[in-house]
């Protein structure tokens, strides 16, 4: 496997700044190669890792659970990663249900803010009430 590309190829690779994987690195969710002829050379199976961890931000998985995800990546553990995966959906079902609430909550205020002409907003006096 060719290691032909520099940080900031890889991160343009990964749709990312240089930034990110270093942060990455002082996380130690992708390697820091050996310097060769002074600079780091990256490969393939980095881009892979970084759309990797990049993907599983996007589902919402903590860089704790990712680490863990990477680690699982070289065994045959499936009911562990089912078990990360049903507690994001879980994470995920929460807080769609509680986004729902509050649209619900908000879209109730906004129509009494409408239909009424005098006194306070009822949008204001609710947040005023908290």
Known sequence: ?????????????????????RFYQRKGLL??????????R??????????????AQS????LEEIRELLSLDRTNDRPRVRQLAASRLAALDAKIAELT????ALERLRSACASGTRGPCPIIEAFDAH
């Open 1 to 21: 496997m060719k290691q032909d590309m520099t940080i900031a190829r890889l991160a343009d690779a990964g749709g990312v700044g240089v930034e990110t994987v």
């Open 31 to 40: 390697a820091e190669p050996p310097r060769a002829g002074g600079v780091r």
């Open 42 to 55: 990256y490969g393939p199976e980095d881009v892979r890792q970084l759309r990797f961890i990049r993907s």
């Open 59 to 62: 589902a919402g998985f903590t």
């Open 101 to 104: 609430q509050a649209r619900g």
